[in-house]
């Protein structure tokens, strides 16, 4: 009998991390669609949410099974994970160790450009320190991916190219993002631009965003058809966040934290797992949950206490 238990947990898994790693992305989209018209907002919400979930989280993730798989056909590569045909299966097992290394090395880097760098609310004991030596950044993400590269080049000369295409995709990403996060100030600010470019712009940023969620995925399952369900459903959520809850989702100050974590985690299990430690399924959706509760009740916690002070000085 087929066992649903570890695919329901995987989708819930990959729905968890794509909503809590796409709060930032829902922060600027609700900013963004202040500034404009009734009817621009109602079409970025529905068609917008459509291009999402099919066009960029569906499409990515098939496209980079595709691309490490070239011997497959496209349904093939849809399909991939529940074949039984066994040439299929050894080709998805033999591109799995560069898919896994190129995606681990994207999320690490994502983890210490977000702990060495990114202001934030310090969750936990270092992280204030951490900050304090930034500079650092750079040194230690080219020392670690020398390391990684070193130890890949003996095991599988295309394991090395994956860390260095994992560790460019970081780069060109963190560009574009640097650059949505000015062309924010500037909206916000004013700067005339009519409402189609409004929703280009937020369509754009909404993909360079998407891919730490579609990046992270592979970290639970190769599946594509299961990460199209999850990422699909964490991005209706994230719509959801963003037209009635956002100002709610912002008073938890440590959720980017809980992502960040989980970021860090779900990096070294793709690591691990693209040098050949097997990795239970389960690991990386239960790993998810727990990171990112112990952030809500860490937020909670604090948000209880911040309520309580407010009242006093209201009185």
């Given amino acids: ?55 960029v989280r569906g499409l990515l993730p098939w496209m980079i099974v595709w691309l490490s798989n070239p011997s497959l ?52 004991k270092g992280e204030e320190v ?14 670690l991916l020398t390391v990684i590269v070193w130890l890949a080049v003996q095991k599988n000369s295309m394991m090395a190219f994956g860390a260095v295409v994992g560790s460019t995709a970081f780069f060109i990403t963190h560009g574009f993002k640097e650059n949505a996060e ?19 712009y937020l369509e754009v940023i909404d993909t360079t965003f998407s891919i730490d969620g579609v990046v992270g995925a592979f970290a639970f399952t190769l ?8 990422n699909g459903l964490g991005a209706f ?3 959801e966040f963003t037209v009635h809850n956002i100002e709610r989702v912002k008073k938890y100050k440590y959720l980017k934290n809980g992502a960040m974590y989980s970021v860090f985690f779900l990096g070294i299990i793709m690591l691990l797992d693209s040098f050949g430690m097997h990795i239970p399924q389960y690991v990386s959706p239960v790993i ?12 909670k916690k604090a948000l209880q206490n911040v309520l309580p002070e407010i009242q006093t000085k209201e009185n």
């Fill in 1 to 55: 009998m087929f066992d649903f238990g570890p695919i329901i947990l995987t989708v819930l898994g990959l729905a968890l991390f794509e909503t809590i790693t796409s709060i930032d992305n829902a922060v600027i989209n609700a900013d963004v669609l202040r500034t404009m018209s009734a009817r621009a907002r109602k079409w970025f919400l529905l068609w917008g949410l459509l291009f999402a979930v099919f066009a």
């Fill in 73 to 124: 056909g496209p349904i093939q590569a849809l399909t991939a994970t529940f074949s039984s045909d066994p040439i299929v299966l050894e080709s998805l097992e033999a591109s799995k160790p560069i898919l896994l290394i190129a995606g681990g090395i994207f999320l690490l880097f994502l983890f210490l450009h977000w702990l060495f760098i990114e202001p934030k609310h310090y969750g936990l």
């Fill in 130 to 143: 951490i900050q304090k030596y930034s500079i650092w950044f750079f040194a230690v993400v080219s020392i």
């Fill in 182 to 200: 000015a062309k924010e100030k500037e909206l916000l600010s004013g700067h005339p631009m009519s409402d189609w470019s409004k929703i280009l």
């Fill in 223 to 230: 599946s594509v058809p299961l990460i199209i369900l999850g």
């Fill in 237 to 239: 959520v994230v719509r």
């Fill in 288 to 299: 998810t949950v727990a990171v990112i509760a112990f952030f809500f009740w860490k937020s």
